[in-house]
């Protein structure tokens, strides 16, 4: 189960079993045991998960970001884990990086902390070429529009 702004058109792929739009998202938190970030980060998906969005999740629930660090709004984060709101995190991006040691996130129990490293695997890098392969083409035809993967460079200034 999953959701996304928009599909992936040029890769010709949809890998859901069941998609919602981004309008149901506390829906999908209400029913999901895992919810794992994977967004790009822009103007909409700035801090994605705030307290609402914790809120909604299940007590048990455990949310996983491998994409970026601003998708979470971390002091609220801090404030569901530590209040057994949500079961867990793991995370493998922060807001700041490397997170500072003064960070609460560090001592929690319930918080595991990677190093930024879960893009680093030969799949990964076989799909950057893969999108690569599919954008360059749009690319110099002008057909921004299409690319996969765009970052909104206003978003993340």
Same mark, same amino acid.
Not at 72 to 92: F, K, S, T, W, Y
Not at 123 to 138: E, F, G, K, M, T
């Given at each position: 189960?999953?959701t996304r702004r928009t599909p992936? &058109?040029?890769?010709?792929?949809?890998?859901?079993?069941?998609? +919602? $739009?981004?309008?149901? =998202?506390?829906?999908? =938190?209400?029913?999901?045991? %895992? /919810?794992?970030?994977?967004?790009?980060?822009?103007?909409? *998906?700035?801090? %994605?998960?705030?307290?609402?969005? =914790?809120?909604?999740?299940?007590? *048990?629930?455990?949310? !996983?970001?491998?994409?970026?660090?601003?998708?979470?709004?971390?002091?609220?984060?801090?404030?569901? &884990?530590?209040?057994?709101?949500?079961?867990?995190?793991?995370?493998? !991006?922060?807001? *700041?990086? $490397?997170?500072?040691?003064?960070? $609460? +996130?560090?001592?929690?129990?319930? /918080? =595991?902390?990677?190093?930024h490293i879960s893009a680093s695997?030969?799949?990964?890098? #076989? #799909?950057? !070429?893969?999108?690569?392969? !599919?954008?360059? $083409?749009?690319?110099?035809?002008?057909?921004?529009?299409?690319?996969?993967?765009? /970052?909104?460079?206003?978003?993340? #200034?």
């Amino acid at each position: 189960m999953g959701t996304r702004r928009t599909p992936i &058109l040029a890769l010709n792929v949809e890998p859901l079993d069941r998609w +919602l $739009p981004p309008d149901r =998202l506390p829906e999908l =938190l209400a029913n999901a045991d %895992i /919810v794992v970030l994977l967004a790009s980060y822009n103007s909409s *998906t700035r801090e %994605i998960i705030g307290a609402p969005e =914790l809120e909604a999740m299940r007590e *048990t629930a455990i949310l !996983v970001n491998l994409a970026r660090g601003g998708l979470v709004d971390e002091e609220a984060l801090i404030r569901a &884990l530590a209040a057994d709101q949500i079961g867990g995190a793991v995370l493998d !991006v922060t807001a *700041t990086e $490397p997170l500072p040691a003064e960070s $609460p +996130l560090w001592a929690m129990p319930n /918080v =595991l902390v990677t190093p930024h490293i879960s893009a680093s695997t030969p799949a990964s890098y #076989r #799909r950057a !070429v893969d999108i690569l392969c !599919v954008n360059l $083409p749009l690319f110099l035809a002008g057909a921004l529009d299409r690319m996969a993967n765009r /970052v909104d460079r206003e978003a993340v #200034r």
